[in-house]
């Protein structure tokens, strides 16, 4: 694939070896001079330009590419260039790095973003996921499709243990998409068992809290006070 990736900082020359590594083309694109550290990544092709420019995104053969990474310190560059490489090229895949949370309700389909990458909310998911049994744990989202990935480990009073995952009445629109077990993913069949302490990895559509709560109910107990909300509200 081809890969245009606008921020050559760390996070972005991180990136750029990365992909380079697994057989792609890079190009990297960034306007400050400090930044244009080519021996660093040596098989990338270096652009010294702002990405904002749609004329430098064109030179930079935007129209080819089939992935845009906007991966700048910056949320309103990354917003611009990820909306003019949607727009403008028509880049099939558009990939956009949030420093601030607090712009991450801007960063959706409206503004050319198919994927959104944060990395204090990975930081903060991975730590819950590592700590977490019995609670869904979001990964990441989907931005272009409003679907997200969750984690959940079951704990050993779950009602699934001992069921083929085939026999599992999951809502509508959700995908159980792999089994973590002893440090390795399983290929998935209706007929795994499912064990205390596997790892699920879940899409769910992130249309309201009620899906959440369904698959919650399938694969955990609820905790006492959850039981005693439900008879006080009968």
Aim: proline content about 5%.
């Amino acid at each position: 694939m081809r890969i245009v990736i606008a921020g050559a900082g760390s996070v972005g020359r991180t990136v750029a070896l990365e992909l380079i590594d697994r057989g792609h083309e890079v190009t990297l694109i960034d306007n400050a001079p400090d930044q244009i550290r080519v021996a660093s990544v040596a098989d990338a092709d270096w652009v010294l330009a702002d990405a904002c420019s749609p004329d430098v995104l064109r030179e930079s053969g935007l129209e080819q590419a089939d992935v845009l990474v906007a991966a700048t310190g910056d949320d309103k560059a990354n917003l611009v260039i990820s909306l003019l490489a949607k727009t403008e090229f028509a880049v099939p895949r558009v990939v956009a790095r949030l420093n601030n949370p607090k712009n991450e309700w801007l960063f959706d389909g409206a503004w050319g973003v198919d994927v959104l990458v944060s990395t204090p909310k990975i930081m903060t998911a991975l730590v819950e996921e590592a700590i977490s049994v019995g609670s869904l744990v979001r990964l990441f989202t989907f931005t272009a499709a409003n679907v997200a990935m969750y984690a959940l480990v079951l704990p050993e009073n779950s009602p699934t243990i001992g069921k083929r995952v085939g026999d599992i009445d999951f809502p509508q629109h959700v995908v159980l998409s792999a089994i973590l077990r002893n440090d390795y993913p399983l290929s998935l069949g209706s007929d795994d068992v499912l064990e205390a302490g596997d790892e699920l990895l879940l899409l769910l559509p992130e249309t309201g809290q009620e899906v959440r709560e369904h698959v919650m109910s399938l694969l955990t107990v609820p905790s006492l006070s959850d039981s005693e909300d439900s008879s006080e509200s009968e």
